[in-house]
């Protein structure tokens, strides 16, 4: 029964490999995508000669599939068809490619990967791409000199997984409805415009746009699906209540004009990178009242909200961040007990508190000054006389060991002495 089955499983096994070699030695390239390829190296060069199309040898066509870098092939209806196009070695000692992507790229109807290494290709990208290669999955264009905005036929993509447009010189809006990818990616380019709003189906999980020139206030609904968001370094203004806080675990909102209170459903240890820093938010940091289940950070967890307006107390869930940034700001009252611990126990890496109106360090009885390696603590310019631990530490910017004016801490705290 045994000998028998894999008898069976042998010749169905021989059948498939038979098939199979007898179909790549007879499957025909096909002539459209081979001329697409011969169009394409009209308008696109090797800046170090030789360096990738010196392997399209078009007086070898045959070889298409098997020795052209960057070629990669299926049989679609009984022909050989380019689905994979590397465009550049990727090597990171390659130059790249310069030149532009010729509307030759449209024959290849059949790709559903187009990447483009890094180099120094101009020109736009060809408006009708999402339209004509309508099965593309990934596309990816990084670090060249693209200019032109960012064709509306990508909107038509079904199947796109990735679009990565990043650091080139793309201007204009994101066309409405680009929001069907998992992975969009157009961080340094020239972007403007509002971020457009997303639909409720909206999947995308990465979403990074920035050093842009995004400009306005948030839409209404930003995706439920998101892990990781950036819009640092753009124009936003603005609260960002609707930003959906449920899956995200990096979150750079950063160098903007964000303003009003952050909110609450953002302090968790899942979201263990969040940088807030450089924007307008003000008020208190409070945590709901039912924060019973509040997961605590861990190892390798950043949470920056320097350079803002918050005021308040120093919130105690924050005390389990490995590197925590609340430096200048209106902070004012004492720092809880499990800061100093945590510090002294080396768990937190990094704590900046410069610049606010902190009135107390409390090392209480301790007698060991001494900060475990690596730990940067900054306390100067608060409402106390900074103590006697850490002061190396602050960044040239702090400005050295020193109380802020009394003049100035009396507004907070009515009449208290200092020390
Ligand atoms: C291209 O292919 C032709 C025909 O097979 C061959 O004679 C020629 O040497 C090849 N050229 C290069 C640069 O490899
Ligand atoms: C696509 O291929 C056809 C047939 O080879 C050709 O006539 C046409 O010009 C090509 N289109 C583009 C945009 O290159
Ligand atoms: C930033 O906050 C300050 C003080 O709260 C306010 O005066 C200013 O208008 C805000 N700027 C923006 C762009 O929101």
Known sequence: MNSNKSFIF?????LILLTLTAHSHSQQISAID??????LTYTLTDVKPGDYFSTWNFTSPENMCTSFNGVTCSIINNELRVTSLFLGTGLSDSPGLAGTISDSIY???ELTQLILYPGIVTGFIPQEIGSKCNKLRVLSLTNNRLTGSIPESLSGLLNLHTLDL?????????????????VMVLAFNRLAGKIPDFSSESEVMHLDLRNNMFSGTLPENMPLSVRYLSLSGNGLWGPVNSIRSENLVYLDLSMNKFSGPVPVGFFKGSLSSMYLQRNNFSGEILLPSTSAGFEPYGPGSIVDLSHNYLSGDIPNFLDSVETLFLNNNHFTGKVPQSYVENVFAGTTRTLYLQHNYITDFPLENRREFVLPDGVALCLSYNCMVPPPVGLTACPLSA??????????????QSGNSMG
């Open 10 to 14: 042998r010749h169905i096994f021989l």
């Open 34 to 39: 081979l001329d697409a390829l011969l169009h």
């Open 107 to 109: 024959n290849l109807t």
């Open 166 to 182: 990043s650091h080139n010189r793309l201007t204009g809006p994101i066309p409405p409805s680009l929001q069907k990818m998992k």
């Open 399 to 412: 400005g050295g060991p020193v109380s802020r004016p009394f003049r100035q801490c009396s507004v907070f």
